[in-house]
């Protein structure tokens, strides 16, 4: 199987930064989009962020301009440079990608997320 595993969440002030980092671990053949959502308390997991395998990138509307998604194809690695940081961008964000992996000397599609990093912004 493929693991996603997040992290550089925290606590920081408001108007502060914080850069995520999500590693793709396994054999992986390819990742087609990887993505990062995030979930509040009491509300539904919604998409932050998401970017193809070519660069091309998706953002909901409260997150432009204040965050940036980017990726290492060669790490299989995705990042989330935030900015500005508001307390309403508290919550655990999770990473989420789709590709291919080898598995029993086959290629395999895997559709994983990550457990979860938290980011609370309070001052």
């Known amino acids: 199987q493929v693991q996603l595993v997040e992290s550089g969440g925290g606590l920081v002030q408001p108007g502060g930064s914080l850069r995520l980092s999500c590693a793709a671990s396994?054999?992986?053949?390819?990742?087609?989009?990887m993505g990062w959502y995030r979930q509040a308390p009491g509300k539904q997991r919604e998409l932050v962020a998401a970017?193809?395998?070519?660069?091309?990138?998706n953002y909901a509307d409260s997150e432009k301009g204040r965050f940036t998604i980017s990726r290492d194809n060669a790490k299989n690695t995705v990042y989330l440079q935030m900015n500005d940081l508001k307390p309403e961008d508290t919550a655990v964000y999770y990473c989420?990608?789709?590709?291919?992996?080898?598995?029993?000397?086959?290629?395999?599609?895997?559709?994983?997320w990550g457990r979860g990093t938290q980011v609370t912004v309070s001052s």
């Open positions: 989420k990608a789709n590709g291919t992996f080898w598995r029993s000397y086959s290629a395999q599609a895997f559709n994983s």
């Open positions: 970017i193809t395998s070519g660069g091309n990138t």
């Open positions: 396994g054999i992986v053949i390819s990742i087609n989009v």
